[in-house]
């Protein structure tokens, strides 16, 4: 699977557009919020890193596995995550950087939730293929 090119583009364009990057605070909640999905995958607590899922993500997860998030979330076997590396933040989008694997992560009501994750970068023409992405 890989995440559409317009979700990356989307990220890239909001940066341009901007001029500039986002708070440390918001890059810091987007990071923590990564976090917090890296360290509940690691401890295996599989239901607290389906409520860490962008709504979409969460349904195709399900939908894929004909199952719940939490058994389809332990089967996919994403990557270790471990510290973060950095965090691009434009908009309402984010993408993290970590010593195991990248993500990308979207601004809702509720906070910041992971839209994509076990994601690794092809040639700079091509998106990132993911494991786990939302439709």
């Known amino acids: 699977m890989s995440i559409p090119l317009r979700a ?6 909001a940066a341009l557009l901007s ?15 990564g976090g ?14 389906c409520a860490l ?12 596995a004909k199952g719940p998030c939490g058994p389809a979330l332990r089967e996919l076997g994403l990557p270790p995550s471990g510290p973060a590396r950095g965090v691009d933040v434009y ?8 010593a195991g694997d ?7 009501d509720d906070g910041w939730k992971v839209t994509a994750a076990g994601c690794v970068p092809q040639s700079t ?4 293929r993911c494991s786990l992405k939302g439709g």
């Open 53 to 64: 899922l962008a709504p979409e993500t969460r349904d195709e997860v399900e939908e894929d």
């Open 36 to 49: 917090r999905f890296g360290a509940a995958l690691a401890a295996g607590d599989y239901r607290a890193a």
């Open 91 to 98: 908009g309402r989008d984010a993408l993290l950087r970590t």
């Open 102 to 108: 990248t993500l990308f992560l979207s601004q809702f």
């Open 125 to 128: 023409d091509e998106p990132y």
């Open 19 to 33: 001029g500039c990057g986002a708070s440390a605070a918001r890059e810091d909640a987007a990071s923590s919020a």
């Open 8 to 13: 990356a583009g989307a990220v890239l364009i």
